[in-house]
């Protein structure tokens, strides 16, 4: 199936990690998946620790889920018109996520990125973004420079076919440093439109904020009348039902949502304060527009996972416990094996890195090493265990993933790494 993809596809792959290459291994292909399990091909089953890079909260073909998006599918794909199930969603989004009076939903992150960079320039008049080195704001093109994800996982420097005018508004300094941020930002000055962060940056690895600096970028943005945006793509109802803003309590201006709140289907969305919202076409000036936006069986899908969260909050205390005994075990097992590691987890996600200090940038989190982390997938893929085909991607925890699946996950890594 690979020979036959490398025919058709560039890299076999529709998305560069996939392909395997930074952990010194090649994909296999996904038949199906349950639960906390993924199957492929040949018949072999994985515990998944990616969950389709965090989509599936729920876990894989979650038996709601799976009737939302079949029932909506009965009844059409997709119409180009609007339909209750946005609304519905769109209701949940706005109940359940702090400042968001108004929600737009478009088709990925990246798309929810381009748009709140374009609504950010369109309100305030401004063309500077100030982002963090490390973090991952989908492939627009602004904003590919000192990316994470599959940027850092390939060690591609932003990317051929972006010009250096498209970046030339865009300003990058570390991840949890406040003093250069404020440094950059003043300089900047009244050009800066908005601070673009992941509140906890996961496209590094998993790397927390310090304390002080979430606070320090609110304060910042209000001083130069810029906004504080978001990107909760990764973090949104992923780490509480009110995101990084309810966690850390700070708000945002704009945030940035995706993955859970389309159970799995391709979805992005924008929301924040109504004011700057209704800068959207057909309210305001700045355009936004797509076919596929509201899409019915993404929506129906996303009811299905909101509703839940909000009727059952102790769905993200079971899934932080099962996250921190994850980490707390493969912590263990390293010790064990007299190899350094660090390691954190939050909500539903965790994280760790071969260091011997605490990884608080991109420049941290880059000096670790590859080949230990490749070591540890393959040697882990060959017990049926799934980590992601990169040491800078976060583990994703469902809550389909039980104490059973941590024991396991746990023996297999001490298993390589005392090999």
């Not at 492929?40 to 965090?54: E, L």
């Not at 509703?307 to 390293?334: E, K, W, Y």
């Amino acid at each position: 199936m690979y020979a036959r993809a490398l025919r058709l596809i560039p890299g076999g792959v529709d998305s560069p990690v996939r392909a395997f290459g930074a952990v010194g291994s090649t994909p296999f292909f996904v038949a199906g998946a349950a639960g906390p399990s993924i199957f492929d091909i040949d018949g072999n089953a994985y515990v998944d620790w990616v969950q389709s890079w965090g989509a599936s909260l729920l876990g894989h073909a979650d038996d709601g889920v799976v009737a939302a998006v079949t029932d909506a599918a009965r009844r059409g794909t997709s119409f180009g018109t609007p339909s209750p199930l946005e609304v519905e969603l769109a209701e949940l989004v706005t109940t359940m996520v702090p400042n968001a009076e108004r929600v737009r939903f478009v088709s990925s992150g990246t798309e929810a990125a381009m748009t709140a960079i374009r609504l950010a320039r369109g309100v305030t008049g401004r063309s500077k973004i100030l982002k963090f080195a490390g973090c991952y704001h989908g492939h627009t093109d602004a904003l590919l420079v000192e990316a994470g994800s599959g940027v850092a996982t390939l060690g591609i420097p932003g990317s051929p076919g972006v010009t250096s005018g498209t970046v030339g508004d865009t300003v990058v300094v570390p991840y949890n440093d406040i003093g250069a941020a404020e440094a950059a930002a003043r300089e900047i000055g009244d050009d800066l439109a908005a601070i673009l962060v992941e509140p906890v940056a996961a496209n590094m690895g998993l790397v927390l904020p310090r304390e002080g600096f979430l606070e320090g970028l609110r304060a910042l943005a209000t001083e130069l009348g810029s906004l504080l945006v978001f990107d909760e793509v990764i973090t949104g109802f992923r780490i509480g039902n009110a995101g990084a803003q309810g966690r850390f309590g700070i708000d945002a201006d704009l945030v940035l949502l995706g993955k859970v709140i389309g159970g799995g289907m391709p979805v992005g969305a924008i929301a924040g304060r109504a004011d700057l919202m209704e800068h959207l076409a057909p309210t305001g000036p700045v355009y936004q527009a797509g076919t596929l936006s509201g899409n019915p069986v993404t929506m129906g899908a996303g009811i299905a996972v909101l509703s839940r969260l909000r009727d059952d909050p102790s769905i993200h205390d079971r899934i932080q416990d099962t996250g921190r005994a994850l980490v707390r075990g493969l912590v263990d097992a390293a010790d064990i094996a007299e190899v350094p590691m660090v390691a954190s987890a939050i909500g539903g996600l965790a994280g760790f890195f071969f260091s011997d200090d605490d990884v608080e940038n991109y420049e941290g989190a880059a000096a670790t090493s590859p080949e230990t982390y490749g070591k540890l997938f393959r040697g882990l893929l060959e017990r049926g265990i799934y980590f992601p085909p990169s040491r800078f991607e976060a583990l994703f925890i469902s809550a389909a993933h039980e104490d059973g699946h941590v024991d396991q996950t746990v023996k297999a890594a001490h298993d390589v790494l005392t090999s």
